[in-house]
């Protein structure tokens, strides 16, 4: 089960004490506006009432608003999902990462195809035609998309109908800015076999339950969420009699985006890199932001192991990523392709390789957890002919890119 969008709340939040006004609740929207939202989840996943497991993770939410018609926005969306072990401080390890275009109108209903998996909640919130006081409650339709290809090898998205309470609670400040307080409440009890589900030989859900509960936060001047919080409670009743339940708390935060100079900080990084003497490193500008390539790595034989010199080169690259403190990072690793490894233990290679690289900065100070995260591509993506050695060792490289957006 894919991780619940919710939001963080920040502070502790004060009652206004003036005269609640009634609010017209409407999203807004701006041609080009770019933001992001970044949400983080604690997960605990039982089988027939036993824990399994304890999932920790990251959902990054980049958004970029393409077209405004009517009120209506079209809203370009990347999700990128990551975890990693519970109660460690080790980096983030990319799991999915998804592309979705959408249209969601003023009062947040969506228009999405159903090839998209993500968000796995829609029409959430929906605001009423009329304005509301506090105290008013209302009632409206929404969506849950679940994908449950990894988990149960069912290949499109599976969606069903929700029915969402709300209330508004009134206004609240918070760092000198009001923000109106809305709770958020649903069930779900939905039977898949009225989906017309073809499973494959492995189990499959053919009953959800569960209920959400949300705190939201919106800022009506800007016309968008603030922060929110969640509790979940869902339960997947399998076609092989098992019962899996995924309980959690999910909290996060919208985040506005600043463009990015990349001529501007590519020009700054080659500046910083000569003056520091750190050698066998380039950058470069594309799409997704500005990408330090440190080529032909040096790890201990076999392993994901730094060897001291690489230390000292990735304090020098540290300090500069210091400089961009406001931005998220990418971690990806690479390898040379070479006999005698499978491709599973080449894809397995890079990843610990782009998680000790990392986990080495997140061990500087210089990034925060939430901000990187990391990814293998195995020998997938090569710079060089694997078959010169010259080609190996610029193939066999670790890569952080400073995102866009």
């Given at each position: 089960m894919h991780p619940r969008a919710a939001f963080l709340l920040l502070t502790a939040l004060t009652v206004v004490g003036a005269r609640a006004w009634p609010e017209r609740f409407r999203f807004q929207y701006q041609?080009?506006?770019k933001y992001r939202l970044l949400t983080e989840v604690q997960e605990k996943v039982y089988v027939d009432g036993r824990l399994s497991h304890r999932a920790e993770i990251l959902n990054k939410i980049a958004v970029s608003t393409l077209e405004v018609r009517d009120g209506a926005g079209r809203l370009d969306c990347t999700f990128q999902t990551s975890e990693r072990a519970v109660g460690t401080a080790n980096s983030f390890a990319l799991t999915e990462d998804y592309e979705s275009v959408f249209w969601r109108d003023a009062r947040g209903r969506y228009e999405i195809g159903p090839q998209y998996f993500m968000p796995v909640v829609r029409g959430v919130p929906l605001?009423?035609?009329k304005e509301v006081s506090p105290g008013d409650s209302w009632s409206a339709p929404g969506e849950e998309a679940h994908d449950l290809r990894r988990s149960y090898g069912l290949s499109s998205p599976v969606r069903f109908p929700i029915q969402v309470q709300y209330t508004y609670v009134g206004p609240e400040e918070r760092e000198g800015r009001k923000l109106e307080r809305i709770g958020i409440r649903y069930t779900v009890f939905h039977r898949l076999?009225?989906?017309g589900l073809r499973s494959t030989d492995r189990p499959a859900p053919v009953?959800?339950?569960?209920e959400s509960e949300q705190t939201f936060w919106w800022d009506s001047l800007r016309g968008q969420p603030d922060s929110y919080e969640e509790t979940f409670d869902f339960l997947f009743y399998l076609s092989n009699g098992q019962v899996v339940e995924y309980v959690g708390e999910a909290q996060g935060r919208f985040l506005e985006s600043q463009p990015l100079d990349r001529a501007k900080v590519t020009a700054e990084i080659q500046r910083e890199l000569a003056d520091r003497g750190v050698r066998d490193t380039t950058?470069?500008?594309e799409e997704q932001g500005v990408t330090l390539s440190l080529q032909n790595i040096q790890f201990q034989p076999n392993s994901a192991i730094l060897m001291p010199s690489e230390q000292?080169?990735?304090r020098s690259i540290g300090a500069?990523?210091?400089k961009y403190a406001d931005r998220d990072l990418l971690v990806g690793g690479h390898t040379a392709r070479v006999g005698g490894y499978t491709d599973a233990q080449h894809q397995e290679l890079s990843e610990m390789r782009a998680g000790a690289v990392a986990d080495f900065l997140l061990s500087l100070g210089v990034i925060r957890e939430e901000q990187v995260t990391t990814r293998g591509f195995g020998?997938?993506?090569?710079?060089?002919?694997?078959a010169t050695e010259q080609g190996r060792s610029i193939n066999r490289r670790v890569e952080i890119t400073i995102l866009e957006n």
């Amino acid at each position: 089960m894919h991780p619940r969008a919710a939001f963080l709340l920040l502070t502790a939040l004060t009652v206004v004490g003036a005269r609640a006004w009634p609010e017209r609740f409407r999203f807004q929207y701006q041609d080009g506006e770019k933001y992001r939202l970044l949400t983080e989840v604690q997960e605990k996943v039982y089988v027939d009432g036993r824990l399994s497991h304890r999932a920790e993770i990251l959902n990054k939410i980049a958004v970029s608003t393409l077209e405004v018609r009517d009120g209506a926005g079209r809203l370009d969306c990347t999700f990128q999902t990551s975890e990693r072990a519970v109660g460690t401080a080790n980096s983030f390890a990319l799991t999915e990462d998804y592309e979705s275009v959408f249209w969601r109108d003023a009062r947040g209903r969506y228009e999405i195809g159903p090839q998209y998996f993500m968000p796995v909640v829609r029409g959430v919130p929906l605001f009423p035609e009329k304005e509301v006081s506090p105290g008013d409650s209302w009632s409206a339709p929404g969506e849950e998309a679940h994908d449950l290809r990894r988990s149960y090898g069912l290949s499109s998205p599976v969606r069903f109908p929700i029915q969402v309470q709300y209330t508004y609670v009134g206004p609240e400040e918070r760092e000198g800015r009001k923000l109106e307080r809305i709770g958020i409440r649903y069930t779900v009890f939905h039977r898949l076999e009225s989906l017309g589900l073809r499973s494959t030989d492995r189990p499959a859900p053919v009953r959800i339950t569960g209920e959400s509960e949300q705190t939201f936060w919106w800022d009506s001047l800007r016309g968008q969420p603030d922060s929110y919080e969640e509790t979940f409670d869902f339960l997947f009743y399998l076609s092989n009699g098992q019962v899996v339940e995924y309980v959690g708390e999910a909290q996060g935060r919208f985040l506005e985006s600043q463009p990015l100079d990349r001529a501007k900080v590519t020009a700054e990084i080659q500046r910083e890199l000569a003056d520091r003497g750190v050698r066998d490193t380039t950058v470069r500008s594309e799409e997704q932001g500005v990408t330090l390539s440190l080529q032909n790595i040096q790890f201990q034989p076999n392993s994901a192991i730094l060897m001291p010199s690489e230390q000292a080169k990735l304090r020098s690259i540290g300090a500069i990523l210091a400089k961009y403190a406001d931005r998220d990072l990418l971690v990806g690793g690479h390898t040379a392709r070479v006999g005698g490894y499978t491709d599973a233990q080449h894809q397995e290679l890079s990843e610990m390789r782009a998680g000790a690289v990392a986990d080495f900065l997140l061990s500087l100070g210089v990034i925060r957890e939430e901000q990187v995260t990391t990814r293998g591509f195995g020998y997938s993506r090569p710079l060089g002919d694997n078959a010169t050695e010259q080609g190996r060792s610029i193939n066999r490289r670790v890569e952080i890119t400073i995102l866009e957006n």
